[in-house]
């Protein structure tokens, strides 16, 4: 079971904290200083480490799609990819629709 995912900057910022057992604050920051020391001391070519900034705006759907409270719903990032852009254009479409102005959308009531 998955108890936590941490997305961090490199100067130890919390972008992302998803913990997925109930911890107080107290001992979410915490593990995210522990975190962030443990890694801080790794070799260079014992971590990897991303460049997240052109994908975190969607980061939070895409882990909802991955995980949920903890268990792992899908490990295909076909079906991961199919679903975010499913989201996306869906989330495009009700845009589209907020935009139409209300004056016109009640024009049959008059």
Not at 8 to 30: C, I, S, W
Not at 41 to 70: C, K, Q, W, Y
Not at 101 to 108: A, D, E, I
């Amino acid at each position: 079971m998955i108890k936590a995912v941490l997305v961090m900057n490199t100067q130890g910022k919390p972008r992302l904290a998803k913990f997925y057992e109930f911890q107080p604050v107290e001992q979410q920051q915490e593990a995210i200083r522990n975190v962030f020391s443990v890694l801080c001391t790794r070799p260079e070519h014992v971590s990897n480490f991303v460049d997240a900034e052109s994908f975190f705006g969607p980061m939070h759907t895409i882990l909802d799609e991955i995980i949920l409270g903890g268990q792992v719903l899908e490990t295909s990032s076909t079906e991961v990819m199919r679903a975010i852009e499913e989201i996306a254009r869906l989330d495009a479409a009700s845009n589209a629709i907020n935009l139409v102005p209300k004056s016109v959308s009640g024009w049959r009531s008059r």
